[in-house]
C-alpha cells in the first residue's frame, strides 16, 4: 500500500516539489492538528451561573439558598459553538469535497468545521494516494526508475492551500480564546477583592446586598477562565461569597435596632411639625418644612408594620402646613403688588427728577438729596420675590444711571465753565494788585469798583480756591480804598481851610478896587493857591473879578482868555491836578453846550422864509454868528490849557 503524503500550507505560491511526499511528514501535520486541539481542549473550563435570587429584604433563608446556587454552579456547563453535521464524502467525488470544504472555511468558524474538514481532508487524501500508487505502479512495470518518478496533482495543492487556511484560523481562534480566558481571569479576580470588600463600605446591608448581586452578575457573565486557575479562582470566590453572608446574618439585629432608631426619629421630627403647625405662619415654618422632608428621605427604612402609618402622620401634618402656606401665599401676593407699585412710585419720581433737569449747581444739589430719599425709601420698601421685582429694579438702575449720566454731563461742563470763571477771578485779582498802589484816585477807584462788580457776576469756582482768590483781591482793595481815604481826609481837612480862606477872600475882593489886568492876574493867583474849593464859591469870584475887570475896557473874551490862563498856569505850577481836571471839565462843557445851542439854531433857521425883511431871520443869523464866535474862542482856550499842560 502507497504512503500518505500531504503539501506544506505554508508553500501556497510556491512550486510543487518533484521528490515523492513521505507518509512521515503527513503524519507530522496530522499531530500539529492533533496538539492544537488538545491546547484548546485544556483551555476550556465548565462555568455555571446561579440562580437570580429576588428578595424584598434580606433574609436568612435568602442568604442560605444564594449559597446552596453558587455551591451548585460546578454542576452547569458553560454552551459550546454548535459543530456543523458532517457531509457523506463517500457520495462525493474529488473536486466536490474539496469545493464542500473550501465553501466551509470560508463560511464558518474553524470550530464549526472541525469534524467536516478531518473528515473530508481524509477521504480526499485517500483517494489522491490511491490514483498516485496506481500510477507508481504503470510507472515502475515500464521499467521506470522510483527514483525519478514524479507525478502531479493540482488537486492535491488546491487542498493544502485550503487546509492551510483552516489551521491557520484554528490557531488564531485558540490564541484568542487564550487571551479572553486570561481578561476573563482578571475581571474575576477584580470582583473576588470586591466581594471581600462589601462588609467595609458605607451604606445599609441592604445596599451592600444589591451590591453584591450586581457583582454577583458580573461574575455570571463574565465567561470561561484558564482551566489551570479555574478551581483557585472558584474556591476563593465561593469562600468570600460565605463570609459576606456571614456579615449579613450578624447585621440582621443591627438592622431591626437601626429601623427602630429611624421610626423614633421620625416621630420626633412628625411631633416638632405638629406644634409648629398650630404657631404663627411665617416663611421659618415652611424652610422647616423642607428641612424635614430632606430629614426624612435620610433617616432611613423603619419597621415594615409601621411603615404606612408613620407615613400617613407625616402626610397630614404636611398638608395642614402646605394649606396654611398657600394662605399665606395668598397674602404676600397683595403685599408684594403693593411695594411693587410703591417701587415704580419711586422709579417715576427719579425719572422726574430727571425730565426737570436741573441747570445750577444749588438744583443739582437739592435735587441730589431728593435722589437720597428716593433711594432710601426704595430700599426700605425691600426685595419682593417675584418676575416684576427684576423688571422694576431694572427701571430703578437705569433712572438712576440716567440721573448720574445727567449730573456728570452738567458737572463736566460746569468746570468747564468754572476754569474760565477762575480765569476771570485771577485777572480781577492781578489787575486789583496792580492798581493798588496808583495815586490816581478818580480812575483807579471807578476802575476797582468795576472789577467789585465784575467779580460778583463772575460766577462760580470751587470754595477753597474761591475763597484764597477772594482774599488777595479784597487786600489789594483794600490798600488802595485805605489810601485814597486817608488822602481825601487829609484833603477835605485843607479843604476846609481853603474855603475859610477862599470866603474871607472873596469879602476883602468886594471892597476892592482893581485898576490893571496885571492886578487882577495876580488876584487869581492867589485864590488858586488857596488850594481847591467849593465851586460856587469860585464861580463867585470869577463873576466878581469879571464885573471888577468891566472898567478896564477890554472884550468879554480877552478877559476870559486872560483869567482862564492865569488860572491854569497857577494850578499847574501848585500842581494841583484836581483844579486842572475841573478846568478841563469846565472848558468841555463849554465846548458840548456850545456846539448844541449852535445845532439847535441852524436846525431851526430852516424853518424861516427867505426874506431879507424877516427881523426873526435876522435875529436867528445873529445868534449863530455869536456862536460860532463863541466856539472859535472855546476853541483857542483849548489849545492854549493844552500848550500850558506841556
Known amino acids: 500500500m502507497m504512503n500518505q503524503e500531504e503539501m506544506d500550507p505554508k508553500a501556497d505560491n510556491q512550486e510543487v516539489q518533484t521528490t515523492p511526499v513521505t507518509a512521515e511528514f503527513e503524519t507530522s501535520n496530522t499531530e500539529e492538528t492533533a496538539s492544537i486541539n488538545v491546547q484548546a481542549e485544556e483551555l476550556l473550563v465548565e462555568e455555571v ?3 437570580e435570587t429576588k428578595p424584598e429584604e434580606i433574609s436568612e433563608e435568602n442568604a442560605k439558598e444564594s449559597v446552596k446556587t453558587i455551591e451548585a454552579e460546578e454542576d452547569h456547563e458553560e454552551p459550546k459553538e454548535q459543530k456543523l453535521s458532517i457531509p457523506d464524502f463517500d457520495q462525493l467525488s474529488v473536486e466536490d469535497s474539496i469545493a464542500v470544504i473550501k465553501s466551509h472555511v470560508n463560511e464558518f468558524t474553524p470550530v464549526r468545521i472541525k469534524g467536516i474538514v478531518e473528515s473530508g481532508r481524509s477521504k480526499i487524501l485517500h483517494e489522491l494516494n490511491k490514483e498516485q500508487a496506481s500510477v507508481k505502479e504503470v510507472y515502475l512495470a515500464e521499467g521506470g526508475n522510483i527514483i525519478d518518478f514524479h507525478f502531479d496533482q493540482p488537486l492535491r495543492k488546491e487542498l493544502g492551500v485550503i487546509y ?3 489551521r491557520d484560523g484554528l490557531r488564531n481562534y485558540y490564541a484568542e480564546l487564550e487571551a479572553q480566558l486570561v481578561k476573563n481571569l482578571k475581571i474575576k479576580e477584580l470582583i473576588v477583592e470586591e466581594i471581600k470588600a462589601l462588609p467595609l463600605m458605607t451604606g445599609s446591608a441592604k445596599e451592600k446586598y444589591d451590591a453584591f448581586k450586581g457583582l454577583r452578575e458580573k461574575w455570571n457573565n463574565t465567561g470561561l477562565v484558564p482551566k489551570s486557575d479555574a478551581r483557585t479562582i472558584w474556591a476563593n470566590y465561593n469562600h468570600h461569597v460565605d463570609s459576606f453572608f456571614n456579615f449579613l446574618r ?12 429611624n421610626l423614633n426619629e421620625k416621630i420626633l421630627l412628625i411631633e416638632e411639625l405638629e406644634a409648629h403647625s398650630t404657631g404663627a405662619v411665617n416663611p421659618e415654618l415652611f424652610r422647616l418644612l423642607q428641612k424635614s422632608h430632606s430629614r426624612w428621605k435620610r433617616i432611613g427604612p423603619v419597621p415594615r408594620e409601621q411603615k404606612e402609618q408613620i407615613w400617613d402622620r407625616f402626610k397630614a401634618v404636611t398638608a395642614v402646613i402646605h394649606e396654611k402656606r398657600d394662605t399665606y401665599n395668598d397674602t404676600l401676593k397683595e403685599v408684594n403688588a403693593l411695594k411693587i407699585q410703591a417701587k415704580r412710585n419711586v422709579v417715576d419720581h427719579i425719572t422726574a427728577l430727571n425730565d426737570a433737569t436741573p441747570s445750577k449747581h444749588s438744583d443739582w444739589q437739592k435735587a441730589s438729596k431728593a435722589l437720597d430719599v428716593l433711594r432710601e ?5 425691600g426685595f419682593v420675590k417675584s418676575e416684576e421685582n427684576e423688571v422694576v429694579w431694572e427701571d430703578y438702575k437705569v433712572a438712576q444711571r440716567e440721573f ?4 456728570n454731563a452738567f458737572y463736566k461742563e460746569e468746570k468747564t465753565v468754572q476754569r474760565e470763571n477762575l480765569s476771570k477771578k485771577e485777572a480781577l485779582v492781578k489787575l486789583a494788585q ?3 498802589d496808583s495815586d490816581n484816585f478818580a480812575e483807579t477807584a471807578s476802575a476797582l469798583k468795576k472789577a467789585q462788580a465784575d467779580w460778583k457776576i463772575s460766577g462760580y469756582v470751587p470754595k477753597k480756591e474761591g475763597d484764597r482768590l477772594w482774599e488777595l483781591f479784597r487786600s489789594a482793595c483794600n490798600d488802595f480804598f485805605d489810601k485814597m481815604n486817608g488822602e481825601r481826609k487829609a484833603k477835605s481837612e485843607n479843604f476846609s481851610a481853603a474855603i ?3 470866603e474871607e477872600k472873596l469879602i476883602d475882593l468886594k471892597t476892592r478896587e482893581i485898576t490893571s489886568v496885571e492886578e487882577a492876574v495876580g488876584l487869581s493867583e492867589e485864590w488858586s493857591e488857596l488850594g481847591a474849593g467849593n465851586r460856587k464859591l469860585d464861580a463867585a469870584f470869577d463873576k466878581m473879578l469879571e464885573e471888577k475887570l468891566k472898567g478896564l475896557g477890554l472884550s468879554k473874551e480877552d478877559l476870559e482868555s486872560t483869567l482862564f490862563t492865569a488860572k491854569v498856569k497857577a494850578l499847574v505850577e501848585a500842581d494841583n491836578q484836581e483844579g486842572l481836571l475841573y478846568q ?8 458840548e453846550n456850545t456846539k448844541k445851542e449852535l445845532n439847535q439854531l441852524e436846525n431851526n433857521l430852516l424853518f424861516f422864509s427867505n426874506s431879507k425883511g424877516n427881523p426873526l431871520l435876522a435875529a436867528a443869523e445873529a445868534s449863530i454868528q455869536t456862536q460860532k464866535t463863541r466856539v472859535a474862542h472855546l476853541t483857542s482856550l483849548r489849545k492854549r490849557f493844552n500848550s500850558l499842560l506841556k
Not at 425709601?377 to 420698601?381: H, L, N, P, R, S
Open 584 to 591: 478841563r471839565n469846565w472848558l468841555r462843557d463849554q465846548m
Open 377 to 381: 425709601e426704595f430700599k426700605t420698601i
Open 250 to 261: 450578624l447585621a440582621y439585629d443591627l438592622i431591626d435596632k437601626d429601623y427602630q432608631n
Open 164 to 166: 492551510g487556511s483552516y
Open 434 to 436: 496792580n492798581l493798588k
Open 404 to 407: 448720574n449720566r445727567l449730573k
Open 500 to 502: 475859610k480862606a477862599k
Open 49 to 51: 451561573k446561579p440562580v
